[in-house]
């Protein structure tokens, strides 16, 4: 039954990389104290978990209550643990699997959104051309003078990624994104 | 105190420290103090309800919280002052996460204007041992640290039980604040579930009944649970009839006198214990983990059972092996269900397991803690067998270091009791046994308290012994010297060609004029005719004392899993040639440890 774990170069037994490697976005919902994006961010890397995007604001300002949004890559017998670990920090209060959740609610995936600031600068056609590009992925000029534009986007990681693969030959100078906020579909809450 | 006159509970932060040590019922506290705790010093030298214990290093504070945590069941307590105090108590902190030990550690801190500006003994205390806790905290308000300290201890002792550190900065010790008693109420992100699923007890419980070659095997979650779990599990072992072993930390949670005692399992777990385990139908899992020193090649690992998991840490079921049934709750009161449930009419004749106990019977009859003894030399078994028979009637706690000396010991001293043994599982810390034999003595002063010691781990803390003449605590250190690190050197043997590379110690110290500079007791023992009358001389003598037991220099500690086998691959004693040694452990064993 457990023949997927292969003995590695320690004492401890790691599942092969034959199992399957998905990529999975949590929802951790925790009280806003000093320390406790460490105490994630801590566990990550102890553990050797992967973070692929890691987004944090307080949500409840009253209650004092922040979510951090992860998007991590694991097998499933990995992904599982990533939840009960988190589960056992102190001050944190729910840990949904946003992706498994969408697959019981039969919505296919999270939405998931990110926003990204993209600085581009330069001259003539190239930058008649960027900004033609940037009203085709509906993305906002929020300054410009006659050298630069900073255009604002928000979408799917995929789509910030493709406009910045096609701004770089365009005078591409500088990215600030925001990383993942996810959510699932429908009227409950999580 | 001042309470009935001061309704308003305006105290210092060092008062507050004090009384909120008081009001969560600590009697004891280990520490060594300095520049960051002085006030909280002040604080305890003007009161007699807490008996501070001064140590001699701050890891020797840590492991006498742990022994005195282990033999009560109570937190552990422990002050020490900021930067070099708090980085000293990082081993205890780690030793007592990985074997569930509730710890309550108080650091001190730099006053927090000098916070982050590379103070004197500064250091980022809650940055340090974050990894190392359970949860901690750095409370920067005097008005949040009575509240906080209370916090500390429900965590440290409720769920899974672990340390936790509670950083103070020097100016909150000195600030005014209102002290508030203990709350009831904890954080809501807090609640760690205790009673099991009764569906899965009720389905584990019909599991177990149709259970031809069942096992159950339990672990320290059952002597962390409490008295009402050991009763509850030999309840359970008698109405079934199972054979049951133990992990090392679970030793006396079922007693070794009772008829169904396999043995330890594990590494250096009895045949029978490992072969059960091995070839077992069903499995019973009650508050173990599943640790790699138990399991052997885990792809080998009980290949034909069905198993069921019994853990409070919803992160332990399913991590290291899968289960097919995982409970989540306090074993105790998960074992409380399924004696209740096995009682209300489960069907189940004892004689279906009569094939299975005459297998078992087979293998017990090799025997495997055999050794070959001598009239000549002391032989480290035999030292042990002895120490167990002069000190079995008695009210006896033990703990150990790390190495040969503690498996002997896992092996051969026989527990009846839960709460009688206290050993480093998880971490391995040589020098916990010394220190944690202190603990042990403070808190149980009439009793016999006894560290079986390695010469090698011993002298890691052996500065304690100054700590146990000052408090006239007269635990016993019974030192099985066979002047080599003996597991490191038995593992040399196995994997590097038996090239002995810096494991035998060439300046061994005399340990009994060591005893005598400490004000302590030396006693020196090379002949097995003279062991009985020396161990009774070290059990008469009121005072610390130092047993300089020498012991056969080159045995090796057997039967053994070596790394990357299985649990039906053991290496046993009397297979145990020097050659044999030498090719146990293959190419791809060698990697792992």
Partial sequence: ?????????????????????????????????????????????????????????????????????????????????????????????????LTVRASELGNGAPLERELALVKVAGKGDARVEALRLADAFRAKVIDANTEHFIFELTGKSSKVDQFIAIMKPLGLTEISRTGVAAMNRGPQGM | MTEETNERNEMTGAEIVVRALRDNGVEHLFGYPGGAVLP??????????????????????????????????????????????????????????????????????????????????????????RPCTKHNWLVKDVNDLAATIHEAFHVATTGRPGPVVVDIPKDVQFAKGTY?????????????????????????????????????YSGGGIINSGPDASALLRELVELTGFPITSTLMGLGAYPASGKNWLGMLGMHGSYEANMAMHDCDVMLCLGARFDDR?????????????????????????????????????????????????????????????????????????????????????????????????????????????????????????????KRWMTSGGLGTMGYGLPAALGVQIAHPDALV???????????????????????????????????????????????????????????PDFVLMAQAFGAHGIRCEKPGDLDDAIQEMIDVKKPVLFDCRVANLANCFPMIPSGKAHNEMLLPDEATDEAVANAIDAKGRELV
């Fill in chain 1, 1 to 97: 039954m457990n023949a997927h774990l292969q003995p590695t170069g320690s004492a401890y037994f790691i599942a092969s990389e034959t199992q399957l490697v998905e990529t999975h976005t949590l929802a951790v919902l925790v009280d806003n104290e000093p320390g406790v994006l460490a105490r994630v961010i801590g566990l990550f890397s102890g553990r050797g978990y992967n973070i692929e995007s890691l987004t944090v604001s307080e949500t409840e300002h009253e209650q004092h209550l922040s979510r951090i949004t992860i998007v991590t890559r694991g097998t499933a017998h990995v992904l599982e643990q990533i939840k009960h670990q988190l589960e056992r920090i102190v001050p944190v209060h729910r840990v949904v699997d």
């Fill in chain 2, 40 to 129: 909280i010093y002040d604080e305890l030298f003007q009161q007699d309800d807490i008996q501070h214990i001064l140590v001699r290093h701050e890891q020797g504070a840590g492991h006498a919280a742990e022994g005195y945590a282990r033999s009560t069941g109570k937190a552990g307590v422990f002050l020490v002052t900021s930067g070099p105090g708090a980085t000293n108590a990082v081993t205890p902190l780690q030793d007592a996460l990985m074997d569930s030990i509730p710890l309550v550690c108080l650091t001190g801190q730099v006053p927090t204007s000098l916070i982050g500006s590379d103070a004197f003994q500064e250091c980022d205390t809650v940055g340090i041992t």
């Fill in chain 2, 180 to 216: 508030v008693t203990p709350q009831t109420a904890p954080r809501k992100s807090y609640h760690p579930n205790v009673q099991g699923d009764l569906q899965k007890i009720k389905a584990a419980v019909e599991m177990l009944a149709s259970a031809k070659k069942p096992i159950i």
């Fill in chain 2, 294 to 418: 138990i399991t052997g090649r885990i792809n080998a690992f009980s290949p034909g059972s069905k198993k069921i998991h019994i853990d409070i840490d919803p992160s332990s079921i399913n991590k290291n092996v899968h289960v097919d049934i995982g409970i989540l709750g306090d074993v105790g009161l998960v074992l409380e269900d399924m004696v209740r449930l096995w009682r209300a009419g489960t069907k189940h004749d004892k004689k279906s397991l009569y094939p299975w106990w005459e297998q078992i019977a087979k293998w017990r009859a090799r025997d495997s803690f055999a050794y070959k003894n001598s009239n000549d030399v002391i032989m480290p078994q035999y030292a042990i067998e002895r120490l167990y028979q002069l000190t079995k009637d008695r009210d006896t706690y033990i703990t150990t270091e790390v190495g040969q000396h503690q498996m002997w010991a896992a092996q051969h001293f026989h527990f009846n009791e839960p």
């Fill in chain 2, 450 to 508: 006894i560290d079986i010691a390695g010469d090698a781990s011993v002298q890691m803390t052996m500065q304690e012994m100054s700590a146990a003449v000052q408090y006239e605590a007269p635990i016993k250190i019974f030192i099985l010297n066979n002047q080599y690190m003996g597991m490191v050197r038995q593992w040399q043997q196995l994997l590097h060609g038996n090239r002995l590379s810096h494991s035998y110690t060439e300046a061994m």
